[in-house]
């Protein structure tokens, strides 16, 4: 079975400041990796999603995430925390039939 | 535009009603799949069709929840005898590439 857990349900930086968001993941089969983000009252857009090959894969908006087996780790970041990114995250991971299991979600909090 | 659209946005019903909600996918995905996502948490697998075929259900789905694809195409959540606790919204997105693309949901309240 899979599995998230997302450390962290709030987060908070300020603006220009280094964004981290971690994610730790259970599987029992080569994981498929996602990171999604929700603004309020909409639904979930992809910002990076891992699959195969490289293990550092780079999004939408300057996100980035490295595949650490040895840590069972997807961790997001963004070197320069902007205005806008503060929304939920949630890391996810794809099981057997492409059915997704979420984290709990992280909240962004960006200080001016 | 060619996204996941869901109908409606919004449903506020009194406990014991009836709902039905709507999702139409993108037009070239076989794959679709429902979420349930309630305040503070991560969306939570509900359902998912291949093509008509409606290939797993979670144990979330009781018996008062039923899901349709009648044609592959677009797909209807119903939820029969509605109670406070059903609450939430719920998502519908469908697959390419393993990369889900999610509408925006319908947000479900139960008076």
């Known amino acids: 079975a899979q599995s998230v857990t997302q450390l962290g349900s709030h987060v908070s930086v300020s603006e220009g400041a280094l964004v981290l968001l971690r994610c730790n993941y259970s599987?029992?089969?080569?994981?498929?990796l996602f990171w999604y983000v929700q603004y309020p009252n909409q639904g979930l857009q992809l910002l990076l999603k891992?699959?195969?090959?490289?293990?550092l894969v780079k999004g939408i908006n300057g996100f980035e995430a490295e595949f650490k087996k040895s840590e069972t780790s997807f961790h997001l970041t963004k070197p320069s925390a902007h205005m806008s990114d503060a929304a939920e995250y949630f890391c996810a991971v794809s099981g057997p039939n492409n059915d997704m299991r979420f984290g709990a979600g992280t909240r962004l909090t960006v200080k001016p | 535009d060619t996204g996941v659209s869901q109908n409606p946005r919004h449903k506020i019903t009194k406990r014991g009603q009836n709902v039905t909600f709507r999702c139409d996918p993108i037009s070239e995905h076989n794959r679709l799949y429902w979420y349930r996502q309630t305040l503070g948490q991560g969306p939570e697998f509900l359902t998912y069709?291949?093509?008509?075929?409606?290939?797993?259900k979670s144990r979330l789905l009781s018996d008062r929840f039923s899901a349709e694809r009648p044609k592959g195409s677009f797909s209807t959540l119903e939820i029969q005898r509605t109670e406070q606790g059903d609450s939430a919204m719920y998502l519908c997105a469908s697959t390419a590439n393993y990369e889900q693309y999610f509408g925006p949901g319908t947000r479900l309240t139960v008076t």
């Open positions: 069709f291949q093509n008509e075929a409606q290939l797993e």
């Open positions: 891992y699959t195969t090959g490289a293990t």
């Open positions: 599987s029992s089969v080569p994981p498929y």
